[in-house]
């Protein structure tokens, strides 16, 4: 248990190296010193132009997951995730980005696809695994580090509930997708957004692109990351109370104390 705990990834490190870190680098870091005496503006030390700005923010969760695996010699779904994200913003910037300056004028949609892609994949996972022997619910929300699996099905077994309870599965399994799916929907416009009025041959278009992905990125954490944490305690909650009708057994019986 206690090896466990040590190599456990902590959730603020992901927030802080693959949300706010990425984050401030392109806000900060992105703009160009050429175009800053061009324009008249001061140049700081940290002005380092939107081409190094984007690969020293993606550069640092790609590096943090490599190490977390290197030191674990385990897969992080949500370290995967994460780098998977990072991979396909990288990609995408180096087909958006002309080698004029320019940025190709369907970013925003193609910006608001890549965003939509993940959560929808993981949504129609979700509804997929329903039909294996491991339904992603049990690893994700109904799993024995949260609930006493073993007390619940044993009850269910006694009353012959099961009907009933592959049921309730069901309906959590599609109310837990639904959340992932609202999550696409809400990407894409988040980036729809973001990008409304985006002059794609602008002499700073890369500076504002990566101005524009750090917005995505900082608000897509509080605007998506917080409706959707609601919407997965609603899951919780009516999967208690359908546990609580087909068992009898009640919230601390069915949930293993922490």
Do not use: C
Request: no cysteine.
């Amino acid at each position: 248990m206690s090896t466990t705990k040590k190599t456990d990834e902590h959730p603020l490190a992901n927030i802080l190296i693959n949300v706010i870190v990425p984050v401030v680098i392109l806000s900060l870091f992105s703009k160009d010193p050429a175009l800053q005496e061009l324009l008249g503006k001061a140049v700081r030390p940290w002005h380092l132009g939107p081409v190094k700005a984007i690969i020293i923010a993606l550069t640092l969760p790609v590096g943090y997951g490599i190490w977390y695996f290197a030191k674990t010699r385990k897969p992080n779904f949500f370290s995967g995730l994460g780098l998977l994200s990072v991979l396909l913003t990288g990609g995408l910037t180096l087909y958006l980005w002309n080698k004029d300056g320019t940025v190709k004028p369907d970013a925003g949609l193609l910006f608001g696809i890549k965003e939509a892609l993940i959560p929808l994949m993981l949504g129609i996972a979700i509804l997929w695994s329903q039909r294996t022997a491991t339904p992603l619910i049990r690893v994700f929300l109904y799993n024995d580090t949260i609930f006493d699996i073993a007390r619940i099905e044993g009850r269910i077994a006694e009353l012959a509930a099961q009907p009933g309870y592959a049921k309730l599965l069901g309906g959590a399994t599609r109310l837990f997708a639904a959340s992932f799916f609202l999550s696409a929907v809400m990407n894409l416009g988040l980036a729809q957004w973001f990008f409304r009025g985006f002059d794609a041959h602008a002499i700073d278009a890369l500076e504002v692109y990566n101005g524009i992905i750090a917005k995505i990125t900082g608000w897509g954490f509080a605007v998506i990351g917080v409706p959707i944490l609601v919407f997965l305690f609603f899951t919780l909650l009516r999967l208690l109370a359908g546990l609580r009708r087909l068992t009898g057994l009640a919230d601390n019986e069915l949930m293993l104390p922490r």
